[in-house]
Every structure is written in structure tokens, then in C-alpha cells.
């Protein structure tokens, strides 16, 4: 029983392939009558075709790796590609290092720990690049004596 004609219209009507059309093996003498789109129309609201669920691709195993990845995981050094200046860029990693500096000699001068003199100076220092972190800063104003005492500067 050859029922390609009644396949490749009910696919047209289904919007769908020939692959996901599905007959009802028990009205398949309905079916080889059905000759017209109309009749085929019929055929598919009485629930005689019907149509494959579309098989997509799982996205199970993807999202246990994003919750993973989340969490911190994944990041090893068998899962690195690129340089590091790849994976945070240099200039991120610059600016970075600098808006905490500055925000920390900010700190320093709005609390009057260190005169607006030596903020000038700390901060010419920061956009050169001359301290490594804010501990770096602690440690260079211990050592040059830059903690201002009581209205001294």
C-alpha cells in the first residue's frame, strides 16, 4: 500500500517532514482514499495523522555545566585556552589594580590620615604604575613617614 502522496501533503499541511508524519495503522483504507488536501485536513483533525515530536538536543548536560562553571569549578589548567592577558585582558586587569588604589588613597585623605600633598603624590605614583596593591601602598607610606599627626602634615 503506497501512501507517499498522502504523506507528502499531510507533511505540507503539517509543516513538517515526511520523516514525522504518523499514520493510524488501523484506518490506513480512510487514508489510501484520501486523495485531496481537503480530505487529508479531515483526516488530521479526526487525529488519524498525526505528527512526530521534534527531537531537539538536551540541554541537560549543558546547564549542569554552567551551574558547575557558577560555582567555580571547571577552571583548571587543562580547561584554559588562550593567554592569560586572553582570559582577563590586560588593560581590565590595569584598571582594575588602579581604581583600588586610588579608591584606597581616596580613603586615606577623606579620613585625614594622610595630607592632600602626599595624595597628589600617591596618586601621580598609582597612574605610574609604582605600587603593585594597596598593601604595597600601606608599606610605602609607613616607610616614608607619610601618616599625618594631628593637624601636622
Known amino acids: 500500500m503506497k501512501l507517499k502522496t498522502q504523506k507528502r501533503l499531510a507533511a505540507n499541511l503539517l509543516k513538517c517532514s515526511k520523516k514525522r508524519i504518523v499514520f493510524d495503522s488501523e484506518r490506513l483504507d480512510e487514508i489510501k482514499e484520501s486523495i485531496t488536501k481537503k480530505d487529508i ?17 538536551s540541554r541537560v548536560r549543558a546547564n549542569k ?3 558547575q562553571k557558577s560555582k567555580g569549578r571547571r577552571k583548571g589548567p587543562g580547561s584554559k585556552k588562550g593567554k592569560h592577558g586572553a582570559r582577563l ?32 603624590m600617591l596618586y601621580s605614583k598609582i597612574g605610574g604604575g609604582f605600587f603593585r596593591s594597596r598593601k604595597h601602598i600601606k608599606l610605602y607610606i609607613k616607610e616614608n613617614d607619610l601618616i599625618k599627626e594631628n593637624g601636622k602634615s
Open 89 to 120: 585582558p590586560k588593560k581590565q586587569a590595569w584598571m582594575k589594580k588602579v581604581r583600588v588604589q586610588r579608591k584606597f588613597i581616596k580613603e586615606l585623605k577623606n579620613k585625614k590620615i594622610i595630607a592632600s600633598r602626599s595624595h597628589q
Open 65 to 67: 555545566i554552567k551551574r
Open 41 to 57: 485536513d479531515i483526516l488530521i483533525k479526526d487525529k488519524c495523522i498525526k505528527k512526530k515530536q521534534a527531537k531537539g538536543v
